[in-house]
């Protein structure tokens, strides 16, 4: 499971470095082209190596334990998008104890997730959440679906997260493709320092290396997005404890900076995002609803910027117009 954003949550860059590089990526792409058999007579032994790390190395976390359940880990999913792990368990723990099915969620009201999703960032996640709970009610007898397309069908669900679902909750063999996974692939397979813009390719790629089993693609699934998450980092790689240093042709080539045009995310303090959490934690900790709009965050130092916030989280559906007030929604 990713804690970095995945190809189904945002854009983290584009293509950079020179022209050695870019043959080298196109050459590593066009490997999803051949049949596998062939492409893994060209591409070094990913597997093995990754499999072994990651039955010594893999944290334990709560989404990767076999009973954990295929509504458990589509929620992880959903709060690991661009949140951290140590800041998703608590949430997820706190969650699932209160909605330990889809249909508990989806009796409620949309306004108690929101609550209930609290400091999380990227509150609307919370909204699709519910949404996908009432679908998967309604369309799938309250029980998460393990087709790929099914998943795809339902609110705030992408490639990454349905595939990671129909993989680590239904046993499915897919490529599970995030952030983690496409810079393992881009260091060891292409020596690029960073991996460029996500692509349909990237499935392809992965897709083209994955064992045949059932476990073992499940399993190499994780572990590159484990490895990538704990050691093959963005900023300070892990190059000396790696269980792949012996093939990657990043680290055979001296670690060259190949360039790095990633979206850089700006800065939260002052931003439009730290206004619109200010608002809807004024709406979760209200005592009552509705809030009278001149009570919702009087004292911000951007009045524009207040009332840009109040609208932007209105036009997402997060907050509800009653009169003069504000509410969550109902």
């Not at 470095?17 to 596998?36: E, S, T, Y």
């Not at 998703?88 to 330990?100: F, G, S």
């Not at 087709?147 to 993989?167: F, H, K, N, P, Q």
């Not at 404890?241 to 002052?270: I, S």
């Amino acid at each position: 499971m990713s804690d970095e954003p995945s190809v189904d949550q945002a854009p983290d860059g584009s293509e950079a470095g020179g022209a050695v590089n870019r043959a080298g990526r196109d050459a590593v792409l066009g490997l999803a082209a051949l049949p596998v058999t062939q492409a893994r007579t060209i591409v070094p032994d990913l597997v093995t190596p990754l499999i072994a790390w990651y039955a010594e190395f893999a944290r334990d976390l709560p989404w990767r334990r076999p009973d954990f359940g295929a509504w458990g880990v589509l929620v992880s999913e959903f709060m690991l998008q661009q949140t951290p792990v140590n800041r998703v368990v608590p949430h997820l723990e706190a969650w699932l104890e209160r909605w330990p099915t889809p249909a508990s969620l989806a009796a409620e009201a949309p306004a108690e997730a929101v609550r209930q999703w609290a400091n999380l960032g990227y509150p609307r996640r919370a909204l699709w959440l519910h949404r996908a709970a009432v679908e998967i009610s309604q369309r799938h007898g309250g029980v998460v679906p393990a087709d790929v397309e099914a998943l795809l069908a339902l609110s705030g669900v992408g490639d990454y997260t349905a595939r990671a679902v129909a993989v680590f909750a239904h046993g499915e063999r897919h490529p599970v493709v995030d952030i983690n996974t496409r810079r393992v692939l881009a260091r060891t397979l292409a020596g690029r320092s960073q991996p460029g813009p996500p692509a349909r390719a990237d499935l392809a790629l992965m897709s083209s290396i994955l064992p045949a089993g059932l476990t073992e693609a499940a399993v190499f699934n994780a572990a590159t997005m484990e490895l990538g998450a704990t050691v093959c980092t963005a900023r300070e790689p892990g190059c000396g404890v790696c269980p792949l240093a012996g093939v990657c042709a990043w680290l055979a080539a001296g670690c060259p900076d190949t360039g790095d045009n990633r979206r850089k995310q700006a800065a939260y303090e002052g931003s439009d995002r730290q206004a619109r959490g200010a608002v809807l934690k004024a709406l979760r900790e209200a005592v009552s609803l509705p809030v009278l709009v001149d009570e919702v965050i009087p004292d911000w130092p951007d009045a524009v910027q207040r009332e840009r916030a109040i609208a932007s989280v209105v036009a997402d559906g997060l907050a509800q117009v009653r009169g003069e007030a504000l509410q969550l929604p109902s």
